[in-house]
């Protein structure tokens, strides 16, 4: 499997804040210390490019985002925090999302982990939400898209709604989505009767759970929903927004999951990508806060992901 991981995510500086640089320092270290370094590929890669930003965001918002962050203006919304090296850590997590989805589309490996901060899923063309600065899974849809896919799917387990993501393939028809996420919670959206509208109608599938699912619920709930959607779009690339904060220790969202409950996610994203495309799957790190049971979830991940 492909891995990238870079200390340089933690120069993204927020502060007192739950999507801090001790999350992404705290999985790089468990990540090297568990023999990841020796047992993927580690691919070198650059930020991502203003057309490829571009894809999803309006351009007035890149270059506003780049003047606060050079000046390093702080809260440039009510939940997100920007400081001066949150420019490159932006750039480049977006630029992990391209490089390894184009790496997976070439078939180089059928399987992608992406290790970066800040966080994407709530991102909209126009604005920040969320933590989130640029969308890094729908800039990497779009990226699947050029390199010749026709047809792709983006599974988002993150305990909040990616309402961003879910905006800008709303009415697209290439790019399905699907959601599990707690609710009612934050951002308030992600409702079962949010499917699509014109060519996307059907292609947006969402499974709110309220916040006392129990595993087996939460489990069945996302298996169902998942696969239903898959044979209905049959995507050629399965773009996975890996968010961690559904495990019950999570401070900032928490459902009923466990950190080896990751894994068993992960193996039903992989059936399905075994029956549509071929296993291939790029993972993007969204959410979760709890600086010890993020990193080990995260693990658990990744070594499902790369069985």
Same mark, same amino acid.
């Given at each position: 499997?492909?891995? #990238? ?9 927020? %502060? ?9 320092? /705290? ?7 568990? /023999? ?66 184009? $790496? ?19 991102? @909209? ?16 849809? *779009? ?20 309402? %961003? ?24 959206? %992600? ?6 509208? /014109?060519? %996307? ?14 595993? $087996? ?25 890996? /968010? ?25 994203? @992989? ?17 979760? #806060? ?10 658990? *991940?990744? @070594?499902?992901?790369?069985?």
């Amino acid at each position: 499997m492909l891995l #990238y991981l870079d200390d340089a995510f933690a120069e993204h500086e927020t %502060g007192a804040h739950p999507e801090c640089p001790q999350r992404i320092l /705290g999985l790089n270290q468990l990540l090297r210390n568990s /023999g990841w370094l020796e047992r993927a590929v580690l691919p070198h890669w650059t930020s991502a490019t203003p057309e490829q930003l571009m894809a999803v965001h309006d351009a007035a918002y890149i270059t506003d985002l780049q003047h606060w962050c050079e000046q390093a203006v702080g809260r440039i919304e009510s939940d997100t925090v920007i400081s001066h090296g949150s420019w490159k850590a932006a750039l480049l997590a977006a630029g992990a999302a391209v490089d390894a989805t184009e $790496r997976v589309m070439r078939g180089q490996q059928q399987t992608a982990f992406c290790a970066i901060r800040p966080p994407g899923h709530h991102a @909209k063309p126009s604005g920040a939400m969320g933590f989130c600065l640029f969308n890094n899974v729908a800039i990497a849809a *779009h990226a699947a898209l050029s390199a010749g896919a026709h047809r792709i799917m983006i599974v988002d387990w993150d305990v909040h709604h990616g309402n %961003g993501t879910q905006d800008v393939f709303y009415a697209d028809g290439r790019v399905g989505f699907f959601s599990i996420h707690r609710s009612p919670f934050y951002p308030g959206t %992600g409702s079962k009767n949010e499917t699509g509208a /014109g060519a %996307g109608l059907g292609y947006i599938s969402n499974a709110p759970v309220p916040a006392e699912t129990n595993l $087996r619920e939460f489990v069945q709930t996302f298996e169902k929903g998942l696969t239903a959607l898959a044979d209905k779009t049959k995507p050629e690339l399965i773009l996975l927004s890996a /968010g961690f904060d559904a495990h019950q220790a999570d401070p900032v969202g928490s459902l009923c999951l466990q950190d080896e409950d990751f894994a068993e996610l992960t193996r039903i994203v @992989k059936q399905v990508a075994e029956v549509h495309c071929e296993g291939r799957i790029v993972s993007l790190l969204e959410g979760g #806060y709890h600086l010890d049971h993020m990193p080990r979830s995260a693990l658990e *991940h990744v @070594k499902a992901l790369a069985e």
